[in-house]
Every structure is written in C-alpha cells, then in structure tokens.
C-alpha cells in the first residue's frame, strides 16, 4: 500500500518562537510527504506567520477564534 502523504494536524498557542523549529526538524526526515495543519487556537503573537517557510511541504494554517465569556 502506498502511502501518499502524511497529515499532520497541531494545535498552536503563542508558539511563534517555536514554529520554525518544528517545520525544520521536520525537514530533515527523509520522508518529505508531509501536509502540516496548524489550528491556531486563540494565539496573540505572530505565531501563524508562516508565508514560505517550506518550500517541500504543505502548509496550512486555521484561525479558531475563541470567544470571551
């Protein structure tokens, strides 16, 4: 069975300083079928700036907004 891709899926919180360090490790496994799915969950830093930080993986990001009670 081929496998086309992996999907993985996170969940962010204010982890602008770690976000790159994530995508690059990953980067470095030999496998480069990877499709990133980053669910913002209410971050108030930058941590979603992610325009071209791969250029071998796909990279999606969903903003959940989270509503003040």
């Known amino acids: 069975m081929k496998i086309d891709y992996i999907a993985i899926i996170t969940p962010l919180y204010n982890e602008e300083k770690n976000v790159i ?7 470095l496994q030999t496998n480069h079928n990877f499709h990133l799915y980053f ?8 941590t979603l700036n992610l ?7 796909l990279v999606n990001s969903v903003n959940r907004e989270i509503e003040n009670k």
């Open 21 to 27: 360090n994530f995508i690059n490790h990953l980067e």
């Open 39 to 46: 669910i913002n969950d209410g971050s108030t830093d930058s």
């Open 51 to 57: 325009g071209g930080v791969s250029k071998s993986m």
